[in-house]
C-alpha cells in the first residue's frame, strides 16, 4: 500500500487526507498543535471547491451548512449598492452557489471523514526530505509522498525553493468575528476609502463579519473590537450593531501576506506542496481555501492514476498563480484612499453591473466553472 504523510491539519492537509485514503494510501497527518481548534472563523466555499468536495464525499455535508440567503453585493460606506445580485443567480450559472460556515464546521466534516488514527496532533515536523523522509521530534516517517500543508510561512517551501522571494505584505490587516445572535441580516462587503467590512450570515443565528484596512504591518496591540468601532462605527447598519454585539476577546486580527511570484514549481522531489503552502493569496476572492480543496484533490487524482508530481504541477500551478494575481488586484482596489481615486472606481464599479453585469458574471467562469478530474475507463 502506498503511503502519504501530510503535515498540517488545515483544510488543504485534511482535504488531502481523506481524498488519498479514498483511493487507498495509507496516511498520517502531522499536526503542530495539541488539538483541531482551527485559526479563523468564518469562511467561503464555493462552487468550484463544492464540486472538488463532492469528489470525497464531504461535498453534501458542507452544503448542509450554508445558511439560506436572498441579495448579496458589493456597498459604499452609506448603505448605497455599488453591485447586486442574488443567490439563485449564481446558482444558476454554476450549479451551486457560495456555502458561508464556520471554519470549525468544515474542519470537522473533513475530519470525519478520515479513518481512526489518520491524525497525530501534537506532532512537530522538524524536516522532511525530497526523498520522502519526514522526521518529527519523536520518529523519522518514510513515505511516497509527502504533502506539505504548512501554511503561508510553509519552513518546507522554504527548503525547497530557498531562494523563492517569501510572501510579502499586502498593505492590509484583517479582522474577522463572529456575531451570535445577530438576526435577519443581508449578505454584502462594503468599500470605502481603504478599507473592506463584509457581513455575512450564517446557520444558527450567527453573523460572520471581516474587516480590513490599510496599515503599517505589525501595528495591532489593544482593544480590537475597539478599533473596528473607531474604523467603521459610522458606516450603514447592521455594521454598528454587529460590532457593538460582538465579544471584544473573539476579534481576530492578522496582517495579509501573499505570493508576488510564482513558484517554479509545486513539488520537489516526493514533496508536493498545497494551499497557502504553494500560493499564499489575499482573501479578495475567498479563494484561499477553495483552491487549497482543489489542490488537494487534483493532488490525489494525479499520484493515483499514474501521473507523477509534474503532471501535478502542471495541473495546477498557471492557475493559481492566475487567481492569486488576480485576488491581489482586487486587494490593490481596495486598498485606494484618494477621494477622486475611490469616486471613479466606485463610479466604474456601479456602471459596469449597471450596463454589463453579464460580463463581470462572466468573468468568474473561469474560478467557479472549474470540475475536478475524473479517472479514465
Do not use: K
Given at each position: 500500500?502506498?503511503r502519504a504523510v501530510v503535515i498540517g491539519a488545515g483544510i488543504g492537509g485534511l482535504t488531502a487526507a481523506a481524498a488519498l485514503q479514498g483511493r487507498g494510501w495509507d496516511v498520517t497527518v502531522?499536526?503542530?498543535?495539541?488539538?483541531?481548534?482551527?485559526?479563523?472563523?468564518?469562511?467561503?466555499?464555493?462552487?468550484?471547491?463544492?464540486?472538488?468536495?463532492?469528489?470525497?464525499?464531504?461535498?453534501?455535508?458542507?452544503?448542509?451548512?450554508?445558511?439560506?440567503?436572498?441579495?448579496?453585493?458589493?456597498?459604499?460606506?452609506?448603505?448605497?449598492?455599488?453591485?447586486?445580485?442574488?443567490?439563485?443567480?449564481a446558482s444558476a450559472r454554476y450549479g451551486d452557489s457560495v456555502v458561508l460556515l464556520r471554519r470549525a464546521d468544515l474542519v470537522g466534516a473533513l475530519h470525519a471523514a478520515l479513518a481512526p488514527?489518520?491524525?497525530?496532533?501534537?506532532?512537530?515536523?522538524?524536516?522532511?526530505?525530497?526523498?520522502?523522509?519526514?522526521?518529527?521530534?519523536?520518529?523519522?516517517?518514510?513515505?511516497?509522498?509527502?504533502?506539505?500543508?504548512?501554511?503561508?510561512?510553509?519552513?518546507?517551501?522554504?527548503?525547497?525553493?530557498?531562494?523563492?522571494?517569501?510572501?510579502?505584505?499586502?498593505?492590509?490587516?484583517?479582522?474577522?468575528?463572529?456575531?451570535?445572535?445577530?438576526?435577519?441580516?443581508?449578505?454584502?462587503?462594503?468599500?470605502?476609502?481603504?478599507?473592506?467590512?463584509?457581513?455575512?450570515?450564517?446557520?444558527?443565528?450567527?453573523?460572520?463579519?471581516?474587516?480590513?484596512?490599510?496599515?503599517?504591518?505589525?501595528?495591532?496591540?489593544?482593544?480590537?473590537?475597539?478599533?473596528?468601532?473607531?474604523?467603521?462605527?459610522?458606516?450603514?447598519?447592521?455594521?454598528?450593531?454587529?460590532?457593538?454585539?460582538?465579544?471584544?476577546?473573539?476579534?481576530?486580527?492578522?496582517?495579509?501576506?501573499?505570493?508576488?511570484?510564482?513558484?517554479?514549481?509545486?513539488?520537489r522531489g516526493r514533496i508536493a506542496l498545497i494551499g497557502d503552502a504553494a500560493h499564499p493569496m489575499t482573501p479578495n476572492l475567498g479563494q484561499g481555501a477553495c483552491q487549497a480543496i482543489e489542490?488537494?484533490?487534483?493532488?490525489?487524482?494525479?499520484?493515483?492514476?499514474?501521473?507523477?508530481?509534474?503532471?501535478?504541477?502542471?495541473?495546477?500551478?498557471?492557475?493559481?498563480?492566475?487567481?492569486?494575481?488576480?485576488?491581489?488586484?482586487?486587494?490593490?482596489?481596495?486598498?485606494?484612499?484618494?477621494?477622486?481615486?475611490?469616486?471613479?472606481?466606485?463610479?466604474?464599479?456601479?456602471?459596469?453591473?449597471?450596463?454589463?453585469?453579464?460580463?463581470?458574471?462572466?468573468?468568474?467562469?473561469?474560478?467557479?466553472?472549474?470540475?475536478?478530474?475524473?479517472?479514465?475507463?
Amino acid at each position: 500500500m502506498a503511503r502519504a504523510v501530510v503535515i498540517g491539519a488545515g483544510i488543504g492537509g485534511l482535504t488531502a487526507a481523506a481524498a488519498l485514503q479514498g483511493r487507498g494510501w495509507d496516511v498520517t497527518v502531522c499536526e503542530r498543535a495539541p488539538a483541531l481548534e482551527p485559526v479563523g472563523s468564518g469562511l467561503a466555499v464555493a462552487a468550484n471547491a463544492l464540486r472538488a468536495l463532492d469528489t470525497i464525499g464531504v461535498g453534501d455535508t458542507v452544503r448542509g451548512l450554508s445558511a439560506v440567503r436572498g441579495e448579496l453585493g458589493l456597498r459604499r460606506p452609506d448603505g448605497s449598492w455599488l453591485a447586486r445580485t442574488t443567490e439563485e443567480e449564481a446558482s444558476a450559472r454554476y450549479g451551486d452557489s457560495v456555502v458561508l460556515l464556520r471554519r470549525a464546521d468544515l474542519v470537522g466534516a473533513l475530519h470525519a471523514a478520515l479513518a481512526p488514527g489518520t491524525l497525530r496532533l501534537g506532532t512537530t515536523v522538524l524536516a522532511a526530505d525530497p526523498g520522502g523522509e519526514v522526521r518529527t521530534e519523536a520518529e523519522t516517517l518514510r513515505a511516497d509522498l509527502v504533502v506539505a500543508a504548512d501554511g503561508v510561512s510553509s519552513p518546507i517551501r522554504a527548503t525547497l525553493f530557498p531562494g523563492h522571494p517569501a510572501p510579502r505584505y499586502a498593505g492590509v490587516t484583517s479582522w474577522r468575528v463572529l456575531v451570535p445572535g445577530g438576526g435577519a441580516v443581508q449578505a454584502s462587503e462594503t468599500w470605502g476609502a481603504g478599507r473592506v467590512f463584509g457581513v455575512m450570515p450564517l446557520a444558527g443565528g450567527l453573523t460572520y463579519c471581516y474587516a480590513t484596512d490599510t496599515v503599517p504591518a505589525g501595528t495591532g496591540d489593544g482593544d480590537q473590537r475597539a478599533e473596528l468601532l473607531r474604523l467603521f462605527g459610522r458606516w450603514h447598519s447592521p455594521i454598528p450593531e454587529l460590532l457593538a454585539a460582538a465579544e471584544p476577546g473573539d476579534v481576530l486580527r492578522n496582517d495579509v501576506y501573499h505570493l508576488t511570484a510564482p513558484l517554479p514549481a509545486m513539488h520537489r522531489g516526493r514533496i508536493a506542496l498545497i494551499g497557502d503552502a504553494a500560493h499564499p493569496m489575499t482573501p479578495n476572492l475567498g479563494q484561499g481555501a477553495c483552491q487549497a480543496i482543489e489542490d488537494a484533490v487534483v493532488l490525489a487524482h494525479v499520484v493515483s492514476t499514474g501521473g507523477d508530481l509534474a503532471a501535478y504541477t502542471s495541473a495546477r500551478l498557471a492557475r493559481t498563480a492566475r487567481i492569486t494575481a488576480r485576488s491581489a488586484s482586487i486587494c490593490r482596489a481596495t486598498r485606494l484612499r484618494g477621494p477622486l481615486a475611490v469616486r471613479l472606481r466606485d463610479t466604474a464599479t456601479a456602471l459596469t453591473w449597471r450596463f454589463a453585469s453579464g460580463r463581470m458574471t462572466a468573468a468568474m467562469d473561469d474560478v467557479l466553472g472549474w470540475r475536478p478530474p475524473h479517472d479514465q475507463g
